[in-house]
């Protein structure tokens, strides 16, 4: 099938770091949480605190795959006036001050259905988001959004797992574009982590598939962690532990702190230290 | 709206649709579970042994066939068609739902799992689970709503008798849909022994024609008990609808025979027009939820809004997907019936025929009320009295305003 002309920016985000030897660090926040303005100033702040490309959560009222921290978020941001027209509002705000960080839209698949599939892609790519990651829309799936958004030149990031055995593996492969996301354990997010061997071989059985850099997430919560998994792939993924700090950071009312965006922005900078780490170990 | 097809009966697709209706909206994760569950369902529907064990245990531990009986005095009340009762509130445990249970644990048997999850409502699929994973040695977690939890207490004792987990779910609701969301991060994180036994026909393919296949015993029997108590087929067929497991299995062998009506009757809560209520058909649109596109309530910004309903087993966002194929090829219709009227065809129920209903089937009931007088006398009408009420007294009392 055809595919359109991307944005470019993934691909040469990850041409950058591929040149300075390193792995990219991908932070995930929830866009509204705990208000539009607060979650667009995280947002705005984030390249500058390390991050190489940003997961922007879309809210869905039923998401099954995440854990507590995730589902909270949700909620926070629901209550903040989180809309999927809003969230293409922040990227479109975010765009004027930053044509280079790429975007990527994590969410399910029904406000993205409800806004309409053609209408969604063209505002998308309008507003400057780059990819989208849908949990729910396995490649059985593939011609309710996948192809479209190929076609419409919007990157579709498949999600390989540790249930997704050599079978299965090149159907997951066949029409995902920008790079490949490796959730490291059978698991919801925010929960257990997985062993950095496993993640090793994982990644290692991904990479004779594709040629696709793999990022990897679900159980990352500390630089530590996110060193060992910059040792390993192309980059790594953290989320639950940056919406906890969001979560940390809020006063009685459930209002955001003057100390909230900081304290995000300043675990941001010690996860995107952390890989940036990894890099150099791997140099000397 | 697409032509009429050259059968009812032949769905789903080899990818799950019912028209656009179905599918598989899963994470990668349980991308491969759903597809094993799919090739050990078609390999049992295959092995006449697989029937054969099932139709023993229906026949000695379930107790069917159920009977079908004619309603002498609410037909009499009503005045107008002949109404019959499917009987599958006589079932062991009381609701129809042990069938779907009993032939879903078979088939966990059958794929080596040792642990059943399931989500529950009002309880009776989790007592249903419960009941089968104590008869065979399983391992059994219930997720239940909080809010469920405690308006359904007697439910919650029996689980736990049974020898049942159940676990209460606080996120989103605390109902229904929220322990359907927390039984599927469950089988996430536990994909090597579980089983998740869903309880409706709705879910990700294969589970809406699996647990219709389990279910249309009852419309089977139907068939053969009305043949034999009146010579032919029924004219109309009339069942309620959470997400809508009673009403396929009485509806699916008759979907092919045109000349028999078939209502489904979905919770109208407060209204329709109050926004308060469980009727994804007639209040909702198509949406993908819980691994199938289908009818839901939803916003605009498409997430899903809370239903209400006075009967916890049809307070349900969704409907089964196949539900809502027949709805849109017009070959169901369906209605909707409001918390008043089910609980005036409770008390009807209670008084006039000595059998307290289930609160879900007074819905349908309750139907039967406004069209019965208007059908002549010799109009077969059969409803699918789907459970029993003993499990809500207590909700009962609440709204007649006795205190237990």
Request: include cysteine; hydrophobic fraction near 45%.
């Amino acid at each position: 099938m055809s595919r359109g002309a991307t944005s470019g920016r993934i691909e040469a985000r990850f041409e950058k770091l591929a040149g300075e030897g390193r792995a990219a660090f991908i932070p995930f926040i929830m866009a509204a949480d705990p208000d539009l303005e607060t979650s667009f100033e995280i947002l705005q702040g984030l390249p500058g605190a390390g991050a190489d490309l940003i997961e922007l959560g879309v809210i869905f009222s039923d998401p099954m795959a995440d854990g507590p921290a995730i589902q909270a978020a949700g909620l926070r941001a629901k209550a903040g006036g989180a809309r999927l027209d809003r969230t293409l509002d922040m990227v479109r705000r975010f765009r004027v001050g930053d044509n280079d960080t790429p975007i990527i839209l994590m969410g399910y698949y029904n406000p993205m259905y409800i806004y309409g599939v053609e209408r969604f892609l063209a505002d998308a790519a309008e507003a400057g988001v780059d990819g989208l990651i849908v949990v729910d829309l396995p490649p059985e799936e593939d011609v309710e959004l996948c192809l479209p958004a190929l076609a419409a030149g919007m990157h579709f990031i498949r999600l390989a797992t540790p249930t997704t055995d050599d079978a299965r593996l090149p159907a997951v492969i066949a029409n995902t574009s920008g790079f490949v996301y490796y959730v490291a354990i059978a698991g919801i997010t925010g929960t257990k982590s997985a062993d950095a061997g496993e993640i090793q071989s994982a990644v290692e059985r991904l990479k004779r598939h594709t040629d696709l850099p793999v990022a990897v997430g679900f159980g990352i919560k500390t630089p530590e962690q996110a060193e060992a998994i910059a040792a390993i792939a192309d980059a790594a993924v953290v989320g639950s532990a940056i919406v906890q700090v969001v979560a940390d950071n809020l006063d009685a009312d459930g209002k955001a702190t003057p100390e909230l965006v900081g304290n995000v922005l300043g675990l941001s900078q010690s996860l995107a230290n952390g890989v940036r780490a990894a890099a150099r170990k791997a140099a000397e | 709206m697409s032509a009429e097809p050259n059968s009812y009966q032949n769905g789903p697709d080899e990818h799950g649709h019912f028209g656009i209706f179905g599918g598989r909206f899963v994470a990668e994760t349980l991308m491969p579970l759903i597809l094993e569950v799919e090739q050990a369902y078609e390999d049992a529907k295959a092995d006449p042994g697989f029937q054969a064990e099932l139709d023993d245990y229906l026949t000695h531990y379930v107790g069917r066939p159920s009977p079908l009986y004619f309603a002498e005095r609410i037909t009499e009340h009503f005045g107008g068609a002949k109404l019959y009762f499917k009987r599958d509130e006589l079932n062991h445990t009381g609701a129809h739902k042990i069938n779907n249970c009993m032939g879903q644990i078979l088939l966990a048997r059958r794929m080596g799992k040792k642990r059943i999850i399931a989500e529950t409502g009002a309880g009776q699929h989790g007592v249903a689970t419960a009941t089968v994973c104590a008869r065979f040695g399983l391992e059994c977690v219930v997720y239940m709503g909080a809010t469920d939890i405690e308006r359904q207490a007697p439910n919650v004792f029996r689980m736990k008798l049974l020898g049942a987990e159940v676990i209460p779910v606080t996120s989103g609701t605390a109902t229904l849909k929220d322990a359907m969301n927390d039984a599927l991060r469950d089988w996430v994180s536990n994909v090597d022994d579980t089983y998740y036994l869903i309880g409706t026909v709705a879910g990700p393919h294969p589970y809406p024609a699996m647990v219709r296949d389990f279910q249309k015993v009852i419309g089977e029997e139907t068939r053969v008990q009305m043949q034999a108590a009146e010579g032919r087929l029924p004219d109309s067929l009339i069942a309620c609808i959470g997400g809508g497991s009673n009403a396929m299995g009485l509806f699916y062998p008759f979907l092919d025979d045109t000349d028999v009506r078939i209502i489904g009757v979905e919770a109208a809560g407060h209204g329709i027009e109050t926004g308060a209520h469980a009727a994804s058909l007639t209040g909702g649109r198509p949406g993908v939820l819980h691994g199938n596109r289908t009818f839901l309530l939803q916003d605009d910004d498409g997430q899903i809004l809370d239903a209400h309903s006075i009967s916890a087993g049809l307070d349900y966002p969704g409907i089964g997907p196949e539900h809502s194929w027949l709805h849109e090829s017009g070959r169901v219709e369906y209605v909707s019936v409001t918390d008043q009227e089910a609980l005036d065809a409770f008390q009807l129920c209670s008084r006039l025929e000595g059998i307290i209903p289930a609160l879900e089937p007074s819905h349908a009931l309750a139907h039967v009320g406004k069209i019965a007088a208007d059908l002549p006398a010799d109009h077969l009408m059969v409803m699918n009295l789907c459970g029993r009420g003993d499990k809500d007294v207590f909700t009962i009392a609440d709204a007649l305003g006795v205190e237990l």
